[in-house]
């Protein structure tokens, strides 16, 4: 297999993987108040770990790699949470971002 092909095979793995775990999550958050919230914190686990490996490897957190890596978490979260809802949790009112909707 050439390289442009193994590069097109793994994206497409990477995105059918991707949306396969944001539409389960996503079902999983809204069935369940408390799901919704252990999902929320595995997201921030998520985030802790990506730094956590840049750091390990001698990479600035602010890298582009680990910035890149920290953006797709992110729009994982919001595609498996709902955006609308953390903007709700991210308000001054609300206390953190790992509540229940």
Known sequence: MDHEKEIISLSAETIAI???LVHVLRRLAKSNPDLWKAIAVGFDDATSEVE????????????????EA???VEVNRKASLGAGLLAERESPEMS???EPP
């Open 96 to 98: 953190s971002r790992s």
């Open 52 to 67: 956590n490996i840049a750091l390990q490897h001698g990479a600035e957190a602010k890298s582009e790699r680990t910035l």
């Open 18 to 20: 991707q949306a396969v």
């Open 70 to 72: 920290l953006r797709i």
